[in-house]
T-cell receptor, first 112, second 114 residues
């Protein structure tokens, strides 16, 4: 499993509430990524990080923010959750963007 | 940005037959093309990858081919087994802001019928 964990694994929340998902890795990977997975859309990149405090937007970044204060942790925050953010969120990490990305187990988020 | 198209979206094959999944990409600068397998309820896992300086790569029953001129690459699974049933994703790399990001296709659900 390449030492990548996500928490929580499941969460149900209400529209308008803030939500933070955590990704933790133990392999000292430089690059970390947040994806969302929805039926018919595959895996879409939300944000990624190429080092501590270095982050950039992906394809579907609206409504999401990220932070990376330590190599091992990458946080994804939904400032005010909406029903359209109901999804399965995967974190990934790797040594570079052109090598294998190792995925975490995923977080299933439901926004009511 | 990069755009990756993947076909077919679903594929059913008899056990023992071959399966082929095809992807096209738009950015001629892309140089890394991985394939991930995702079993139901599990995380995606890399099964094979290819770089732009190679035309074909094999690993037991799995092979990937790359045509840079046409900007397409394909996954070939021979002698399929029930445990090959899963969703397969292709991806292509593109550069940006000092790092690289993967753009994924929408996936192919492969069903191997015993």
């Amino acid at each position: 499993d390449a030492g990548i964990t996500q928490s929580p694994r499941h969460k149900v929340t209400e529209t308008g509430t803030p939500v933070t998902l955590r990704c933790h890795q133990t392999e000292n990977h430089r690059y970390m990524y947040w994806y969302r997975q929805d039926p018919g859309h595959g895996l879409r990149l939300i944000h990624y990080s190429y080092g501590v405090k270095d982050t950039d937007k992906g394809e579907v970044s609206d409504g999401y923010s990220v932070s990376r204060s330590k190599t091992e942790d990458f946080l994804l925050t939904l400032e005010s959750a909406t029903s359209s953010q109901t999804s399965v969120y995967f974190c990934a990490a790797g040594t570079s963007g052109v090598n294998e990305q190792f995925f975490g187990p995923g977080t299933r988020l439901t926004v009511l | 940005g990069e755009n990756v198209e993947q076909h077919p979206s679903t594929l059913s094959v008899q056990e023992g037959d071959s399966a082929v999944i095809k992807c096209t990409y738009s950015d001629s600068a892309s140089n890394y093309f991985p394939w991930y397998k995702q079993e139901l309820g599990k995380r995606p896992q890399l099964i094979i990858d290819i770089r732009s300086n190679v035309g074909e790569k094999k690993d037991q029953r799995i092979a990937v081919t790359l045509n840079k001129t046409a900007k397409h690459f394909s996954l070939h699974i021979t002698e399929t087994q029930p445990e090959d049933s899963a969703v397969y994703f292709c991806a292509a790399s593109s550069s940006g802001a000092g790092s690289y990001q993967l753009t994924f296709g929408k996936g192919t659900k492969l069903s191997v019928i015993p």
